[in-house]
């Protein structure tokens, strides 16, 4: 929830996300098949409340989450309703961008999510105030760090790092960018791509969809169990 790239080719699309969280926090549940709204929603749980951060329907439609949206917020405590369930609230509706367009996120802490859909890839975000939708072009590369963990600076560094990668990089396969989000700049344990500060907040586990033509892959690496979990689905 705190590092996401998408790289869009032209037959294949790969969503890849960093979840970097306090190690206090209980460990996520596995991705599984669950069932929203009558819709089939792949995702990871986070059994404390119960939402998630990386979410992929049967449609092939993705939504992941980050916490934050442009710029660091001051956390005011007493909101409504987890971010991660406001994920699912999305994911699970009929239709991800319409719903975003009636949604009411009063008293909902900032964050942004990065959907995939038929239309293309879209960036949504709430800053506490206002809700912002900007749609993104297709078959360019991009990549996000959470403004809550990242600085300004950091977040620029972090952008060099992706561009340099996808500029020597040809037709970039699933596992190259499992590596990228894995191994890039693993010396620096506060702002490379795998953190661990002082071992109270890490990066515990990588999540990557790839939807290439009618089926989704989902590969899921847990990084403490040095475990990793697929799931493969067709697109209805």
Same mark, same amino acid.
């Given at each position: ?8 080719? /032209? ?5 890849? !996300? ?13 991705? #599984?098949?669950?069932?929203?709204? /009558? ?9 404390? !409340?119960? %939402? ?9 439609? &993705? ?12 956390? /005011? ?6 971010? %991660? ?6 994911? %699970? ?9 009636? &949604? ?13 859909? /038929? ?31 990242? !600085?300004?600076?950091?977040?620029? #560094? ?13 037709? &970039?396969?699933? #596992? ?10 693993? %010396? ?39 475990? !990793? ?5 067709? &697109?209805?």
């Amino acid at each position: 929830m705190c590092t996401v790239s998408v790289i869009q080719c /032209k037959y294949k699309i790969i969503v890849t !996300s960093n979840r970097d969280e306090k190690t206090s926090r209980p460990a996520a549940i596995k991705p #599984k098949v669950h069932a929203l709204n /009558k819709k089939k929603v792949i995702f990871p749980k986070d059994p404390r !409340s119960g %939402g998630s951060w990386f979410t992929v329907d049967d449609q092939a439609n &993705i939504a992941v989450l980050l916490n934050g949206a442009e710029e660091k917020h001051d956390f /005011k405590g007493g909101y409504r309703k987890s971010r %991660g369930l406001i994920l699912l609230d999305i994911i %699970g509706s009929n239709s991800p961008l319409k719903f975003w367009e009636h &949604i009411d996120l009063k008293n909902i802490e900032p964050f942004t999510i990065v959907l995939v859909d /038929k239309t293309g890839l879209h960036e949504l975000q709430w800053n506490g105030t206002n809700k912002k939708h900007s749609r993104l072009e297709n078959d360019k590369h991009y990549i996000w760090s959470s403004a809550t963990l990242y !600085s300004k600076t950091t977040k620029e #560094k972090r952008e060099q790092w992706f561009k340099d990668f996808t500029k020597d990089t040809k037709n &970039i396969s699933p #596992k190259e960018i499992l590596d990228f989000h894995q191994e890039t700049q693993i %010396g620096d344990q506060e702002n490379g791509l795998q953190i661990n500060r002082q071992n109270l907040t890490k990066t515990l586990s990588i999540t990557q969809c790839v939807v290439q033509k009618n089926m989704i892959k989902i590969n899921y690496l847990d990084l403490n169990e040095r475990q !990793s979990h697929n799931h493969t689905c067709f &697109i209805i």
